[in-house]
């Protein structure tokens, strides 16, 4: 399961003192003047970079409970250093420290890492997703012994051979296809003959050589793959955002059913919006509460795309980064003030002075263009990546876990606020 948010019970409340200083709020044209005084977000390190350990260039943050402790611990490829990382939570009143973290694997050139009990013993593994010149995807085997998480000689990697130098891999998601055989893997790739396809496991999932690929479709290059039933007919569907190529853009791929699957059967394609535009990573969820699914995607041009969701399709509605940002690149949904009403989190590349990381609030709908944008980065880093809202210090509002790339900020989370 793809978790994007969860509140935490308020009695695992921290204890640490709270620093607020003054931070400033950019408003998109049409919408009124916010307070003029916001509280900081504190930037907190869960995992810094280290180039002796292979801990450079963060990449991507995926989230899982790995320990059963109830908390949601933190997996990352660090894609200039080789690194797999895995960073144990440590709960509300140790979250502003570093977590403790191990490496789980070394590789090459990794974009992805996602947690997943591929072998169904009980125990969450890792799956890693390689280009540049590996173009491999990888397992990292976690030991049966939950005890020894922490130690990495207890973890074993292995590559996938069916899909070895293949294509650039960017990204996996964990699903159950096929009905047999526990967990599969829908994986996708940019560059030549990239494409969408799922890993199919075998009677023995340890044995790696038996993994089935089956291409579902050809692709430029791909961002997000995310999981959900999109024509509620009791399966789970792909939506896909595509980057590049003659059919980039934003789309979902219809799952025909484990029966149909084993048969390798087509998944039809349905478009959704963003034709055209070079679009990064997507979110989903219900942002004008109508009861249906919405889906964001960041974009170039300066904007993030709002896929409405309607009785006969999909409407598509431009929203404006704030601080004249090129383009987008992370993006996610939750009610960051506690008002009930979703709100936007962007995660922006560019000028690190203009502090990438903000959320937006509308006012009214959001096909409105009355959107409040409030600052939540300082001013350190530029190419920040996927995000998740996690209630991390135990105080009933979400806070905002994020990685950087290029100034090696490493994994980190940043404090809301609000009281």
């Known amino acids: 399961m793809d978790v994007r948010y969860l509140i935490l019970p308020r009695k695992f409340r921290g204890t640490d003192a709270l620093l607020f200083v003054l931070a400033s709020s950019t408003l998109l044209p049409g919408t009124p003047a916010p307070s003029a005084e916001q509280p900081a977000w504190q930037r907190h390190t869960i995992d810094a970079a280290d180039r ?25 490829g660090w894609e200039q250093g080789g690194a797999i990382r895995v960073a144990l939570n440590p709960g509300p009143a140790a979250s502003r420290r570093p977590w403790p973290a191990v490496t789980v694997g070394q590789v090459r050139s990794p974009e992805d890492a996602v947690f997943v009990d591929l072998d169904s013993d009980g125990q969450l593994d890792v799956v890693s997703s390689c280009e540049g010149n590996t173009r491999e995807v990888f397992v990292h085997w976690a030991p049966a ?121 087509k998944w039809p394609r349905h478009d959704i919006g963003a034709r055209g535009v070079e679009v990064l990573f997507l979110a989903l969820g219900d942002l004008d509460q109508d009861g249906r699914l919405d889906v964001l995607t960041a974009a170039r041009e300066s904007r993030l795309l709002y896929c409405r969701r309607t009785r006969d399709g999909w409407a598509e509605h431009s929203i404006p980064l704030p601080d004249t940002f090129r383009f987008g690149k992370g993006v996610a949904i939750g009610d960051m003030d506690g008002n009930g009403q979703p709100d ?40 920040f990546d996927l995000i998740q809202l996690i209630d991390i210090d135990g105080d009933g509002d979400l806070d905002v876990m994020s990685c950087e790339e290029v100034a090696n900020l490493g994994v980190f989370w940043y404090e809301n606020p609000r009281k």
């Open 52 to 76: 002796a350990q292979g801990k450079r260039g963060a990449d991507g943050v995926r989230v899982a409970d790995i320990n059963g402790d109830g908390r949601l611990d933190v997996t990352t």
């Open 145 to 265: 012994d939950r005890r020894r998480q922490r130690d990495p000689k207890a973890w074993t990697t292995g590559s996938i051979p069916s899909v070895a130098k293949k294509q650039a891999w960017m990204y996996a998601l964990p699903m159950d296809i096929d009905g047999r055989n526990g967990v599969d893997l829908v994986v996708g790739s940019k560059g030549p003959a990239a494409g969408v396809g799922w890993l199919e496991s075998p009677e023995n999932p340890r044995d790696l050589s038996g993994w089935k690929y089956h291409r579902l479709e050809n692709a430029g290059w791909i961002m997000s793959l995310e999981p959900h039933d999109i024509d509620k007919d009791g399966d789970t569907d792909v939506v896909v955002s595509d980057r590049r190529g003659p059919r980039r853009g934003v789309y979902w791929l219809e799952n025909p059913g484990p029966a149909a699957a084993r048969r390798n059967s």
């Open 344 to 383: 936007v989190v962007m995660a922006n590349r560019g000028d690190p002075k203009k502090r990438a990381v903000s959320w937006m609030s509308y006012r009214g709908s959001p096909t409105s263009g009355n959107w409040v944008t409030t600052r939540i980065s300082d001013a350190a880093g530029s190419k």
